[in-house]
């Protein structure tokens, strides 16, 4: 058992899609560990929710498959996942059908924190939230939590907001983005405001550019119907990249609280100025010899959609003006990773000479994998032969550096979960950041379509398009590479 971790308040979170892939593959495994991690009280009631016609045992049996499946992961005793079915349960019910909805309310106890997770098809939001009220199972206390996709543009957003405003008050409703629940990001804002060495460099004086990227290795898989209509802007900048940005970007909050951080945030949003589409670049993977391309997958020999997109873009405002930010993100790739990089200017005047070579600091921080921090410093090279100058990482790779206990690390749901019983939305998007992100999103997607743009095909395996190179090489800079 971890002893550091504190027990949340007895709750009743009921998962509506508690039989669906994420429920199955991130929401229960999630929990389950923090079941062993000693974090769920005995008072804790977890009940699947979803038309399937199902029984408690039925649906304990396939928990307990899918914690097998999935990962029960560190720390669990043998008899501990028999421990945690007993707190799990299952009532059959239609979002869109008003059976089940007395039963399931049957089940909920008065005393207890009480959250709706809405593990379903946004298209279902509207019919579960009136039938929450309607039905007298949520309440002003009750929270909800929603899962990306919010919306698939401006609009759509904005009446999905207004839909859930009309049962519940904003700080009821908890927008995941599974991004902000990662540890690497939360020490993000630790390194940014918990030190002074940072700070003082953190702006356009002494930043010459900040990259993003998250690249994955996976194809469109089983989603291509989905992900098409989508697309990699979407997918992941509109949310993911841009919540990554924002921290990156935003000035410290006077406390480190919800809203004095999501106002900060939804500012940087604000700030950005509209990208010029020549500072975009955007890919289809390939087919190769081996596996199908992008358009093979998605079923469309014609589809417009990217999986890659490459994008330059500045925040006017007076930390940042003149520091571009180059995001990036794609399927196929290299490599899995995620990692933002800081790189910061040269320094004003070499002392040892042209021969001591170009040197830039750089600060590195992984998401995914090993998650943890890298900063590049300029040192002599060890030995004879002069003043030679070599950059060499100091590695703050959390594994090492905090050992064993690094195991301890929550994954992203099973952290952001508890942030939802203990009531803290610091972690979750609020409904005017998601629409400003929309905002700023929507004239690039419209732009591509009104022009009938066409991705450029990349390889499987490579980092790219060549587009996206030249997007940073006419700048006389070039991506960090894709690596594991
Ligand atoms: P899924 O596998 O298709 O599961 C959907 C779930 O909703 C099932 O449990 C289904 O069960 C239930 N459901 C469908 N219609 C219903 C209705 N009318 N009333 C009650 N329950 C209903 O989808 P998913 O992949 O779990 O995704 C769920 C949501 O999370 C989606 O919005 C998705 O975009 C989002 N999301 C998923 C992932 C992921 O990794 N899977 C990642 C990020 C976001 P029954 O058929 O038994 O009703």
Sequence with gaps: MVSRVIPVDPFDLVIFGGTGDLARRKILPGLFRRFCSGQMPDGAQIIGAARSDMDDAGFRAMVGEAIREFGGGRHCEDGTLDAFLEHIGYVTVDARGDGGWHDLKARLRDDKVRAFYFSVGPGLFGDLAERLRGFGLADDESRVVVEKPFGKDLATAKALNATLAQHFDETQIYRIDHYLGKETVQNLMAVRFGNVLFEPLWNAQYVDHIQITVAETVDV??????????????????????????????????????????????????????????????????????????????GDPRSKTESFVALKCHISNWRWAGTPFYLRTGKKLRARTSEIAVVFKDAPHSIFGADAGHHRNVLAIRLQPN???????????????????????????????LGPEVEEVPDAYERLIMDVIRGNQTLFMRGDEVEAAWAWTDPIIEGWQKRGEVPKPYDAGSSGPEDALMLMHRDGRKWREIKA
Excluded: W
Excluded at 378 to 389: A, D, N, S, V
């Design 221 to 298: 898989g089983g989603r291509g119907g989905y992900y098409d209509k989508s697309g990699a802007m979407r997918d992941m900048v509109q949310n993911h990249l841009m919540q990554l940005l924002c921290l990156i970007a935003m000035e410290p909050p006077a406390r480190f609280e919800p809203d004095a951080v999501r106002d900060e945030k939804l500012k940087v949003i604000r700030a950005l100025d509209p990208v010029d589409y020549h500072h975009i670049a955007r890919g289809q993977y390939d087919a190769d010899e081996h596996q199908p391309g992008y358009r093979e997958h998605v």
């Design 371 to 401: 998650e943890g921090m890298t900063l590049d410093v300029t040192i002599k090279e060890p030995g004879p032969g002069g003043m030679r100058l070599v950059d060499v990482p100091l590695d703050m790779s959390f594994a090492e550096a």
